[in-house]
């Protein structure tokens, strides 16, 4: 009878264990002695120098790892050396590069779960979803030259991607019980474009409200005390 309540007990931890806490992460496959959170224990040692060619270079690069662990990168052509970059960056931020593209095309919370949905919708509502969609269909005709850089840069991080099996997703992948994407397109680089606009100059219009109604309660002298304004030449809008 212990046994059979140890069996039951243990189908129960296990089941448990599988089962969504939040968004897609499950704590199972993260304890998972063979695929989980200690096989990236076991692979986390620095990135060695390479060499690196994919189709249609002109010659090999060279990828060179200093002491720090930054990469230095020596090719014959421009393009030679884009494809390379794509290969060394997205060996190092591929969960980044995923996250920013996941925001800004407003799929956040099929990483995250429900908890991230407004973050979507106020994505989707601000265009910014449909602007990268735009930008990245304009590209090819408008700026053809840019396109390319792009494309050589997908091509090298592709070539790394290629390489991943789930035994050596990122951590981040392992902490939120997802997987990496199979591909990374031009949209990706699109999205990071869109995300640093959105973050360098977006405001709410509440703010600029809320701005001018403290302004008159204040007066202008408590205000700049409370608020200075160290650029000489910008102005508030109000």
């Given at each position: 009878m212990q046994i059979l309540w140890r069996l039951i007990l243990l189908t129960a931890l296990v089941?448990?264990?599988?089962?969504?806490?939040?968004?897609?992460?499950?704590?199972?496959?993260?304890?998972?002695?063979?695929?989980?959170?200690?096989?990236?224990?076991?692979?986390?040692?620095?990135?060695?120098?390479?060499?690196?060619f994919v189709d249609g270079m002109t010659a090999t690069a060279?990828?060179?790892?200093?002491?720090?662990?930054?990469p230095h990168i020596y090719a014959k052509s421009e393009l030679d050396a884009v494809a390379a970059l794509?290969?060394?960056?997205?060996?190092?931020?591929?969960?980044?590069?995923?996250?920013?593209?996941?925001?800004?095309?407003?799929?956040?919370s099929e990483l995250l779960g429900p908890a991230a949905a407004s973050i979507d919708r106020h994505f989707l509502e601000n265009g910014i979803v449909r602007a990268v969609r735009e930008n990245t269909a304009r590209l090819p005709d408008q700026l053809p030259r840019d396109w390319e850089v792009i494309e050589w840069?997908?091509?090298?991080?592709?070539?790394?991607?290629?390489?991943?099996?789930?035994g050596s997703y990122p951590l981040e992948y392992r902490l939120l019980g997802a997987k990496p994407p199979v591909e990374l397109t031009p949209e990706f680089t699109m999205a990071l474009y869109a995300y640093m606009t959105?973050?360098?100059?977006?405001?709410?219009?509440?703010?600029?409200?809320?701005?001018?109604?403290?302004?008159?309660?204040?007066?202008?002298?408590?205000y700049d005390r409370l608020f200075p304004r160290y650029s000489t030449w910008e102005r508030t809008i109000v």
């Open positions: 089941w448990g264990l599988h089962q969504p806490v939040s968004g897609e992460f499950r704590p199972g496959p993260l304890l998972d002695p063979v695929n989980g959170l200690w096989a990236t224990a076991r692979a986390a040692i620095p990135h060695q120098s390479e060499n690196f060279h990828i060179e790892i200093d002491e720090r662990g930054v794509g290969y060394a960056v997205v060996r190092d931020r591929l969960f980044e590069l995923d996250f920013i593209h996941r925001v800004t095309t407003g799929r956040l840069y997908m091509k090298g991080a592709n070539t790394w991607l290629s390489s991943l099996d789930e959105y973050d360098l100059s977006f405001r709410r219009t509440a703010s600029d409200i809320q701005a001018e109604r403290l302004m008159r309660s204040l007066g202008d002298l408590e």
